[in-house]
């Protein structure tokens, strides 16, 4: 009673230490959060994120230190891939501390619009309790402007024109307006198709605009954009007034130009001179239609030719660029393509003088080299170290196509630029096998193993082992026949160690321990799809005689044979029969007498005997006291029993045979051990024939 009490006494007392250390670590998390909301506030981005990551490490629990997280990573210029992550964790935990769920919505909601996920951010903002503030309906127009339906911009237009009366000081409404009406405005214009301002877009326009005198924007280009929607003469009134501020931008030399206020000359010289060397696509088209002065032109056209500088391409019209092209001497030096805005890309590419060297996919986790684009000489996927060999001038592959712009043509310049699809992936793993000429795939069998293949017409035909550079096993293979994978089990430079493979045509070797097995041998399904470990055989001393043999049935079944003492006979052998629907694990153990012939076999049913034959014939089996313990025929007394046991300190080596007599009486048993469990049997016959049956049974 007194060591019960004594440990409830500890198990309490550990109990309330565990809830002292929690309750502290809550405390300490919940201050970092008002340390970090404080930082928030101040915008000091920075220690914000650091004091939420302190408090996530002492309570991972609460959502409202995720969400600080999120926002801090956000305003730090991070992923938004690694944003959308963080915030997604604040809802999973649903653990507010604060009223910053709602803000937390706001931040995820405008992540997703960002990232091209516009009916899932619609959804976060609509969802009960609804939001409506600035910042909602902001995110809610920027979503109804890039679904890019004819009935999704009425949508957003309309909600613009609520907005702007709602928050008339809110400058993100106009700036947001105008950036997405011209760009419909300016790709109508590059595509010669005919463009005329809806009357409801003039009527926010004119709004706006009648402010301009009045609005203090912090930004000269949001001024700009907006005046290219006014009427003639109050456009060139209203730009000289924003060009005595500043002129330094090539949105103001294109729209001075447009405007008639600024010469040509001069326009141009203003527009490369302020662009320090980064173009949108878009205006450097447009622009260049502007041009009529054919020595502009001309220098211009030289321009092109020997471009030095990034150019920004938005193709979805989402006010994002997505394509990103680094120029060199007038060619592609880099490209990234970033699909969805999300901080990782779909492709990267180095090129020379805009031919492809390398291309990166899925934000770099797969690498593909060419010799001569589009030739693919190389492919490694850095997610699993798998690499793929190709022969020169086989293998093609074009993740997207550098295309003229036709823009430019009247310059006489062939300016190329990218055309990536959309969809853009790069061929997966047996594509590439079964166009490579050798395919080098990771295995998990070693340290650092892996198998290189030979391939032949897209099949492998030889396949080496190596580990650490080291030959360790190789394997002959020919398509639809079993082939022999020879093995250097122990690295003595033996390969004493032969596996037997084949199709698994039937489907017999479907368990997940089949499957893995052949996956830590040949890594990737790339080659070994429906392969299946038929045969083990294993010949330590290289004198062509089987020590171990090992047959696989399927389903879990197999057959394991040893021949312990190296004299080409088998000595043992375990069957483990296929599962069946029953559930019942039927295993078989088998005894060898010199000659090869069986001596002892037992059968066991979810490990109890249920079945033994001596020397052909069958027996039956009597438990016995010990739980290890089984009689042959016919059990002894207890007492019997455990003198027996004693005799030996129940100490045999499995299939050895023991003779034991007890005095006085005489009485002799033989007990023999199948892998744990022993089996006695009392012996009626002489001496004489019981020595016989002893060398037998050895």
Not at 101 to 127: F, H, P, Q
């Amino acid at each position: 009673m007194i060591l019960i009490l004594a440990s409830a006494f500890v198990f309490a007392q550990s109990t309330s230490a565990g809830k002292s250390v929690n309750s502290a670590n809550r405390k300490t998390a919940e201050r970092c959060l008002s340390l970090s909301e404080n930082f928030m506030l101040n915008s000091d981005w920075q220690n914000a994120l650091n004091q939420a990551e302190l408090g996530l490490a002492y309570d991972d629990s609460i959502s409202d230190l995720f969400y600080v997280k999120a926002a801090s990573l956000s305003n730090l210029g991070a992923r938004k891939a690694d944003v959308i992550q963080t915030i997604k964790e604040s809802f999973q935990k649903d653990n507010w501390i604060n009223y910053t769920k709602n803000s937390a919505r706001i931040l995820y909601a405008d992540m997703l619009c960002d990232t091209g996920l516009y009916d899932e951010s619609l959804a976060v903002l609509d969802a009960e309790p609804l939001l409506y503030s600035a910042d909602s309906e902001f995110i809610r127009i920027k979503n109804y402007y890039r679904l890019g339906t004819m009935d999704s911009v009425t949508q957003a237009r309309t909600r613009l024109n609520s907005s702007r009366r709602i928050y008339p000081k809110d400058e993100r409404f106009p700036k947001l307006f105008f950036m997405f009406e011209l760009a419909f405005m300016s790709y109508a214009q590059r595509s010669g198709a005919d463009y005329e301002i809806p009357e409801l877009v003039r009527t926010i326009a004119n709004s706006y605009i009648a402010t301009i005198p009045d609005y203090s924007t912090t930004s000269v280009d949001s001024e700009i954009i907006a005046l290219l929607f006014c009427e003639k003469e109050q456009q060139q009134r209203l730009l000289k007034a924003v060009g005595e501020k500043n002129q330094n931008s090539p949105l103001f030399a294109f729209a001075g130009l447009k405007a008639g206020i600024i010469s040509e000359e001069k326009a141009f010289n203003l527009f490369f001179d302020s662009s320090d060397n980064s173009y949108s696509l878009s205006l450097l088209e447009e622009f260049g239609m502007l041009l009529q002065d054919p020595e502009l032109t001309a220098n211009f056209s030289d321009r092109l030719n020997s471009l030095e500088g990034t150019v920004y391409i938005d193709n979805d019209l989402d006010l994002q660029e997505e394509l990103v092209v680094t120029y060199e001497r007038g060619r592609a030096r880099t490209i990234s393509y970033d699909k969805n805005n999300d901080g990782k890309l779909e492709l990267y590419a180095v090129c020379d003088f805009g031919a492809p060297v390398s291309v990166s996919f899925a934000d770099s986790t797969v690498d593909m080299y060419y010799d001569f684009f589009p030739y693919v000489g190389r492919v490694t996927d850095n997610t699993n170290g798998n690499t793929y060999h190709f022969l020169t001038n086989e293998y093609s592959y074009n993740p997207f196509e550098m295309t003229v712009d036709t823009l430019f043509s009247r310059f006489a310049v062939d300016f190329y630029i990218p055309l990536v699809d959309g969809e853009i992936e790069c061929p997966d793993e047996y594509v590439l096998a079964r166009n490579a000429s050798s395919v080098e795939l990771a295995t998990t069998e070693r340290d650092s193993s892996k198998v290189n293949y030979t391939v032949f017409e897209g099949r492998p035909v030889f396949a080496v082992f190596m580990n650490y550079g080291t030959r360790y096993a190789y394997a002959t293979i020919e398509n639809g026949y079993p082939f022999v994978r020879y093995v250097d089990s122990d690295n003595d430079g033996m390969y004493e160690t032969s596996e037997t493979y084949d199709m698994d045509n039937e489907h017999k070797y479907t368990g997940e321990q089949d499957i893995q097995l052949v996956k830590n041998v040949f890594g990737s399904n790339t080659f070994s799809e429906k392969l299946y470990l038929k045969l083990i055989q294993i010949d330590r001393n290289g004198d062509t005689r089987i020590e171990f043999l090992e047959e696989y049935l399927g389903n879990n079944g197999k057959i394991s044979t040893w021949d312990t003492d190296e004299d080409g006979v088998f000595d043992y052998q375990y069957v483990r029969y296929p599962d069946t629907d029953d559930k019942i694990l039927r295993e078989e153990t088998i005894i060898y007498n010199q000659n090869g012939q069986e001596y002892i076999s037992l059968m066991n049913e979810n490990g109890i005997p249920t079945g033994l034959r001596f020397e052909g014939k069958e027996v039956g089996v009597v438990k016995g006291s010990r739980t290890d313990c089984f009689w042959i025929a016919q059990a002894a007394d207890v007492q019997t029993e455990q003198t027996i046991f004693m005799s030996f300190n129940a100490d045999l080596t499995p299939g050895a045979v023991r003779i034991v007599q007890i005095e006085p009486e005489g009485r002799r048993f033989s007990v023999i051990k199948i892998g744990s469990a022993y089996f006695c049997k009392e012996l009626y016959s002489t001496p004489a024939d019981e020595a016989e049956e002893t060398k037998d049974a050895e």
